[in-house]
């Protein structure tokens, strides 16, 4: 019996040993790939989470500085989140936050600077929208109306769809094209919620113009 047992034995260990001669080393890189994403991974994420806080705390610098009114640490905690956390949300934020406070103080080429680095390198593509649509707004202050009709040429988040329509029905509006304006604010009035108060304003602008956006709509419906 003992003898059975040890051939039985045997035969096994031989098996294994011609398993792992043809497939060791394959399995062996396997797992020396699969253990090197996962510290890769847990790296990144590790990364990711330094990153996070590192950037909030120079976005809490900023934020402190604008309410403070400190220009010059403003400029300064401002300037170091851009250049080492650019890829970070808070640099969106603390560039709008920026651009926001040098328009309250009239500093509009200050401004238009923070906006222009959202639009063109913040993370979120809302905040990219934002900045363009804020751009777009003291363009007009300025009577810069082809300028802003070229920030609303570009690309903007699907959601904020019916807030350019309404933007650029403004500048059409204030360059004297009325069919242009009424074209652009009845866009943007179908495609803002009826239980919007955004659309009330839009339906105002169009009632300036002698148009019923609810009878448009009606007889738009009616002729489908």
Known sequence: MANHLDLEEQEQ???????????GTLISSVLLVVAGALAAWNGYQYWLTRQAIQATALFDAVEMAANTGDAVRLEQAYADLRNQYAGT?????????VAKTH???????????????VADHAADEGYKSVA????????????AYDEA????????????????????????????????AIAEYSRAYKDLPDNVEYRRLVEVKLN?????????????EAAK
Do not use: C
């Open 103 to 117: 328009a309250n103080k009239g500093n509009l080429d200050a401004a238009k600077s923070a906006l222009a680095w």
């Open 89 to 97: 949300t808070q640099a969106g934020q603390a560039g709008l936050l």
């Open 149 to 180: 009709l070229k920030q609303l040429a570009s690309p903007f988040a699907v959601e904020y769809a019916a807030v350019v329509a309404d933007r650029r029905g403004d500048v059409f509006a204030m360059q004297g094209k009325k069919q242009e």
């Open 13 to 23: 260990l031989d098996q294994l040993k011609h398993f792992w001669n043809t497939w």
């Open 208 to 220: 300036a113009l002698g148009v019923q956006p609810q009878v448009v709509a009606a007889a738009t």
């Open 132 to 143: 363009r649509l804020r751009m777009v707004g003291i363009l007009v202050d300025e009577n």
